[in-house]
């Protein structure tokens, strides 16, 4: 009988220990797995850190390379594009006006009755449509009627019937988003194409050309008088509201910026006349590159398995087309180093699929139990109920991917001001450190969702732009968001450029 009770005893001792043994062992491995994971954490916000000193380091990089583009063709990765525009709306411009404006995820139409007098758009209507993805990869011919017949209907619905002035053409200005040199303020040729955009027959070709020949395929009769950027109309509507401003920024699908320059100082156009003494520079910043820029392992695989590899350095770290490819990326290295995530989703391994306006609604996930970090993991990635740690994880990735993006953001446009002069330094040729000149008044248009629907981004930005300047400076400059000044400004500069305005020069 002993020995039968010391017999059970031994045995219930055995598998009690070779349970605790596996519970000890699962244990022990997960933790490892945890740890693997967390050192992928640890690993990507060491390489996404962005140091105030580092942050300057790219101001200073952004402005010297500035000065290399305007330098000469191709002496900088930041094409440094001349826009013809030599001056900018005043408030003065009268009359209605269109505009196209082409670049990001949607198309918009718009008309602005403008009143004369500053600040005063009438009534401006705006119509918006997203871009049929097969258009984006289609032909001209395709985009184009796409382009008029909308913009035909949209007139048609405008104006109910009601006779425009026979004695003039209605005049358009089209906001083309993408890198052109421009010929005239009215004529440019598509360099490349960016977010996404790949309609080959186009490249190379005059962009108004393709935009007439469609407006005459559909029986429109139209006077294209300006072709612009998206920062260039942001820019002209910037300053329409408010003369202090001198750059404007966008950061959207993608991002770029442009700024009003001396003549004198774009030393690759020797002798450029202009009745103002300066024209807007487009910068195509997204192609800035520079050694400051902290890049991690995600960057690298992006850019290489990319369309253009090496093209769009700073736009891949910051725009919207590719913040939501990065915490993509991530997602699936942590899954592949361990099941936190459970089994490797298909739906992770496919580029793009995590689009950015998701990453910023997981980052401002308030609820307790992070519901919509789990919706969204369920719903767009397969990968269903992670616990409230893994939960945490992945806001955690979502903030550091975008507070280096807002960061390196705020340092492209500190680049800017210290380009001209207005970062409180005395500008790139000064020896001196921070200086005591009276700083003046400096205003910075912005548009484009991340900054204005991310709010977290937007906080990122305005914290690094204070770390960068000190307060004292900071207080002098202003981000200004407006609203559709890429398609209302590119309509204000038709306005500022008609071919009909008795006074279209004006200084600025
Ligand atoms: C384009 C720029 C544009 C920016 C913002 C970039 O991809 O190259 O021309 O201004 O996106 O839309």
Request: with cysteine; net charge neutral.
């Amino acid at each position: 009988m002993g020995r039968v009770t010391l017999g059970v005893a031994v045995g219930v001792a055995v598998v009690a220990c070779a349970v605790a043994g596996v519970v000890v062992g699962r244990r022990v491995r997960s933790r490892r797995k945890w740890g693997r994971v967390v050192g992928v954490l640890r690993e990507l916000e060491e390489s996404c850190e962005t140091t105030v000193g580092r942050l300057r380091q790219v101001v200073d990089a952004m402005a010297v390379e500035m000065h290399a583009g305007l330098a000469s063709e191709g002496g900088s990765k930041l094409k440094m594009l001349l826009t013809f525009v030599d001056h900018l709306p005043t408030g003065s411009e009268v009359g209605t006006y269109y505009a196209l404006d082409l670049g990001g995820t949607n198309f918009r139409v718009l008309r602005a009755e403008l009143g004369g007098r500053r600040s005063s758009i009438l009534s401006k209507d705006v119509e918006l449509q997203p871009i049929p993805q097969h258009l984006m990869r289609s032909t001209s011919e395709d985009l184009f009627d796409f382009i008029s017949s909308t913009l035909k209907q949209f007139i048609e619905k405008e104006e109910n019937g009601s006779e425009f002035s026979s004695l003039r053409k209605r005049e358009l200005g089209f906001t083309f988003s993408f890198p052109v040199k421009q010929i005239s303020i009215c004529s440019g040729i598509l360099i490349k194409w960016t977010k996404g955009f790949a309609i080959e027959d186009m490249v190379g070709r005059e962009v108004v050309e393709c935009l007439r020949a469609g407006l005459i395929r559909n029986g429109l009769d139209m006077e294209v008088a300006v072709l612009v950027n998206d920062t260039v109309g942001t820019l002209a509507l910037g300053h329409y509201h408010d003369a202090d401003t001198v750059a404007a920024v966008i950061i959207g699908t993608g991002t770029n910026a442009s700024y009003l320059e001396r003549a004198d100082a774009i030393i690759k156009c020797q002798g450029l006349l202009t009745t103002s003494g300066g024209m807007v520079v487009n910068m195509e910043w997204g192609n800035f590159w520079s050694s400051h820029l902290p890049r991690t392992s995600y960057d690298v695989e992006l850019d290489a398995e990319s369309p253009n590899p090496n093209d769009l350095g700073f736009e891949k770290m910051i725009s919207g087309m590719y913040l939501g490819d990065i915490v993509r990326r991530v997602i699936l290295r942590m899954s592949q180093e361990s099941d936190i995530f459970g089994p490797v989703s298909s739906s992770l391994l496919v580029p793009f699929i995590l689009h950015t306006p998701f990453v910023a609604k997981m980052h401002e996930d308030d609820s307790p139990d992070l519901q919509e970090v789990a919706r969204i993991l369920k719903e767009k990635l397969e990968i269903p109920e992670v616990p409230l740690k893994v939960r945490k994880l992945v806001v955690r990735i979502c903030d550091v991917v975008t507070r280096r993006a807002a960061r390196l953001a705020a340092a492209g446009i500190v680049g800017i001001l210290k380009k001209i002069g207005r970062d409180g330094t005395g500008g790139i040729n000064s020896v001196r450190g921070r200086s005591d000149m009276k700083m003046k008044r400096t205003v910075v248009a912005i548009e484009g969702a991340l900054y204005t629907s991310y709010t977290v981004f937007r906080e990122y930005l305005h914290e690094a732009l204070n770390e960068i300047l000190g307060e004292e400076i900071a207080q002098h400059v202003i981000l200004k968001a407006t609203e559709d000044g890429s398609g209302i400004g590119a309509a204000l500069l038709a306005a500022s450029h008609s071919s009909y305005s008795v006074d279209s020069v004006q200084l600025l």
